[in-house]
């Protein structure tokens, strides 16, 4: 069943903390799924934008210790981008790729409850056909890797792909 709850707050002004701002501009991003509104303060006439986001529901994310906490969107985007660091990929690659997660997430789930094993097997799967750099990356953490041949038996189940597809950006200086 679609849940929709729909929850007013009041806009913060960032600059002088008035609630009194009017929406100078809207548009959608994102395929629609965001809505970002170009907001002015009244009180101090400075502009800053905010983003609306579709919820279908509060999740709950059950980690491997028990302990349950709500999903965080955010959480999700930093530790993608983390595993994409230094390589070809933007930030609205990994909000698309977030958004898609949490999108499955919340109509895939027969309730508000989901494992945190799902989300490192929804956000491995992604990243695998996104940057299979960023996918190793992500999964020796996840995974928690702990010796080489951990490394070696994942690298081995990657698909072959065009080794001039996956470019690895070296750092300038060289530690041997």
């Given at each position: 069943m679609l849940e929709?709850?729909?929850?007013?707050?009041?806009m913060r002004c960032p600059y002088c903390n008035s609630t009194d701002s009017r929406v100078a501009d809207s548009r959608p991003d994102s395929g629609d799924a965001v809505i970002r509104r170009r907001r002015v303060c009244?009180?101090?006439?400075?502009?800053?934008?905010t983003v609306e986001r579709i919820q279908m529901r509060d999740l709950l994310v059950v980690k491997n210790s028990g302990k349950t906490e709500p999903f965080d969107r955010e959480k999700l985007f930093?530790?993608?981008k983390l595993a994409c660091r230094n390589r070809d990929v933007r930030d609205e690659q990994i909000d698309r790729l977030v958004a898609s997660?949490?999108?499955r997430l919340e109509t895939e789930s027969a309730d508000d409850t989901v494992t945190s094993a799902q989300v490192g097997q929804m956000v491995?799967?992604?990243l695998l056909n996104l940057d299979p750099i960023a996918f190793i990356r992500f999964v020796s953490v996840y995974r928690k890797f702990s010796r080489v041949s951990d490394f070696k038996k994942i690298i081995s189940q990657i698909p072959e792909a065009d080794e001039n597809a996956i470019v690895c950006k070296l750092p300038k200086t060289s530690l041997f």
């Open positions: 929709i709850s729909l929850t007013l707050s009041v009244n009180q101090c006439g400075a502009k800053f934008t930093r530790s993608i997660i949490q999108r491995s799967d992604s």
